[in-house]
């Protein structure tokens, strides 16, 4: 809208070149005078102003002007003198801008509101000088601070501990957070300020990037996080005291396992050159009583053993094509007789066509292996079902049993060790409550996943699911799942060999000797390393058969490493140990000798010596 004023006769309109409608008519703009368009309260105010527009010291306003049904429009004046007298004016309206900027304005109160009356800790951080410019009560508050003038203007390192916990100055970290948050739209971390005397205390930093009144600035939050971090040090001490715990656990079954493998490895021998005398059919009877009871024994310290080594990632899987149908012939060949046993049906399902699967098949049948004893251990009457079908991308091994079942509430626990449904008298028959420990470790290992149905009183249905390559060509890659068979060996052959014991029990080094000497073997014996290098014959023996841990600072590694290095040539030796804790498992996985543990089955033992002998002859 435009208009003129030629001359100033009281202020009035005499001419115009383009009418405000919302102002009335042409001819009725023009009768108007400055108190017809103006509130009455601004009447005096705006004459005062045109009149000093004729001197050129008024030139832009704004003012509500009157509409002709009595509203108010909002505009903006602009005043130029003319030569010959008089003004000459323009109004722009400016409604939508005022709308706009009260608005803003209501906003900037809003938030001025809420910045003042939060509990969490505001302040308003002006980027390009790295200082605070503003700050609420909570801050001060939290800063034990009674002025914002210990607090404004201070760049945020000031506030804080010289150095963060990570190391790096909080004056290089606050400029890195700052730069962050602008170039990201907000920017959340941890800091540890101080207060104003010095204390520091732990807070979660927000910064998030605003324009307030046309300026560039950063709304600050602080979260004092000090009972936080109160509670998460709690957790992090009771994690590593359950660590520490499950250490010491691992720590003394792995003590007390050495020390029950020894005389056992002693009894084993015994009773298996006992076993080859001139026994009667009752003392023959007894003898294969002991050994199957040295058997449950020996099988709870192997258990043990296996957990040891897959804690310590020392077992390692050797996965290659393997036919499915030899996986369910072992099955059957080691399961089906304890089923018959307990006069229960044993029953294997598996696709008509051939099918083959990538795995480590040892690994595996350990694992169904497992899962099918505890399914026969727990059935009465019924049966067991071990079943494989494809399911999508993947194999399904599904095992059923007509069992006791597994409450719901004892569901989570069935793969923590010693756990056991239904065994508070630990009935030795009932198993050692480590087998599906073992299947859980091995399958985290495999990549494979291990589930549990049942309804108490009706059974349980465990599943394990491998991946399955279909597109893999099976034609003449499938080989067989081979559990190790201890051959039968020549004693006549092994007559004249000369072995050197070193171990330092004298019940396993004698039952040892005297079980090596009926197959005609010459037998030095040691009680530790530093006796065994000095006598002459330590270069005549064939074989090194020596313990683990040794009386002295010799070890059983350290010995046979340096008898080879004496020799100058590779030597044949062997490690018998009953250690089975995590790190003594690690240091002879990294070894290059053969390590038994004990107690070792006689014919494993004698079978692992004929080889060695043989391949050097």
């Known amino acids: 809208m435009r208009y003129s004023l030629p001359t100033i006769r009281d202020v009035t309109f005499t001419q115009i070149k383009r009418r405000p409608h919302y102002l009335g008519t042409s001819n009725e703009f023009l009768k108007m005078g400055i108190p017809d368009v103006v509130a009455q309260g601004d009447v005096s105010d705006t004459l005062d102003k045109f009149h000093m527009a004729q001197t050129g010291g008024f030139k832009r306003d704004e003012r509500n002007l009157k509409r002709k049904d009595g509203t108010f429009v909002s505009v903006e004046i602009v005043i130029t003198p003319l030569p010959k007298g008089g003004v000459y004016g323009s109004c722009r309206d400016i409604s939508e801008r005022k709308k706009v900027e009260s608005a803003l304005r209501e906003s900037e109160n809003r938030f001025r509101l809420m910045f003042e009356s939060t509990a969490d800790a505001l302040l308003l951080l002006d980027p390009k000088i790295g200082q605070f410019v503003d700050c609420n009560q909570a801050t001060m508050d939290m800063l034990r601070c009674h002025d914002k003038s210990q607090i404004l203007p201070l760049h945020p390192a000031k506030l804080s501990s010289p150095h963060q916990p990570d190391g790096r100055s909080s004056t290089e970290k606050a400029e890195d957070m700052i730069a962050t948050a602008m170039r990201n739209g907000s920017h959340r971390f941890e800091w540890i300020h101080c207060s104003a005397y010095r204390e520091d205390f732990p807070v979660e930093v927000l910064l998030t990037p605003i324009l307030m009144e ?41 003590a007390a396992s050495h020390d029950l493998r020894q005389p056992i490895q002693a009894l084993n021998l015994f009773l298996d050159v006992l076993g080859e005398t001139n026994l009667n059919h009752e003392q023959q009877q007894i003898v294969r009583n002991m050994e199957a009871s040295s058997g449950a024994l020996s099988g709870l310290l192997d258990a043990l053993l296996n957990i040891s080594k897959l804690d310590a990632g020392i077992v390692k899987k050797n996965e290659f094509l393997v036919d499915l149908y030899e996986i369910f012939r072992l099955l059957e060949i080691e399961c089906a007789p304890l089923a018959k046993e307990k006069h229960l049906r044993f029953k294997l399902f598996f696709p008509q066509r051939a099918l083959a699967l990538h795995t480590d098949p040892g690994l595996l049948l350990v694992m169904l292996r497992n899962i099918v004893g505890n399914a026969i251990r727990y059935t009465e009457k019924g049966g067991v079902l071990v079943g494989a079908r494809m399911h999508g991308n993947h194999l399904v091994f599904q095992i059923w049993d007509t069992g006791i079942g597994i409450a719901p509430e004892h569901l989570p626990r069935i793969y923590d060790e010693f756990f056991q449904v239904d065994n508070r008298q630990r009935d030795r028959t009932q198993g050692l409550g480590i087998g599906l420990s073992i299947v859980k470790r091995l399958a985290l290992l495999m990549g494979y996943e291990v589930t549990c149905r049942s309804r108490p009183g009706r059974g349980a249905v465990f599943t394990v699911s491998l991946p399955f390559d279909r597109t893999i060509d099976l034609a003449g890659r499938v080989s067989s799942a081979a559990i190790d068979q201890e051959m039968p060996v020549d004693a006549s052959r092994l007559n004249g060999l000369h072995v050197f014991i070193i171990e330092d029990d004298t019940l396993v080094a004698e039952a040892l000797a005297g079980w090596l000497k009926s197959f005609g073997i010459e037998v030095s014996v ?51 140990t009953g250690d089975t804790s995590t790190d003594s498992v690690e240091a002879l996985a990294s070894s290059q000798w053969t390590v038994f543990h004990k107690p070792v089955e006689p014919l494993r033992l004698i079978s692992a010596i004929a080889s060695m002998w043989q391949s050097s002859h």
């Open 214 to 254: 046309n300026k560039q600035l950063i709304i600050t939050t602080w979260r004092d996080i000090t009972e936080r971090k109160k509670v998460e040090t709690e957790l992090l001490l009771a994690k590593s005291n359950a660590e520490a715990a499950n250490a010491d656990k691992s720590r003394f079954l792995a």
């Open 526 to 576: 040691f009680a530790n390393g530093r006796d065994a290098l000095g006598d002459r014959r330590i270069s005549d023996a064939d074989i090194y058969i020596s313990d683990f841990r040794l009386p002295g600072d010799i070890g059983g590694v350290e010995l046979l490493d340096a008898i080879q290095h004496r020799l100058a040539r590779p030597i044949k030796g062997l490690i018998i």
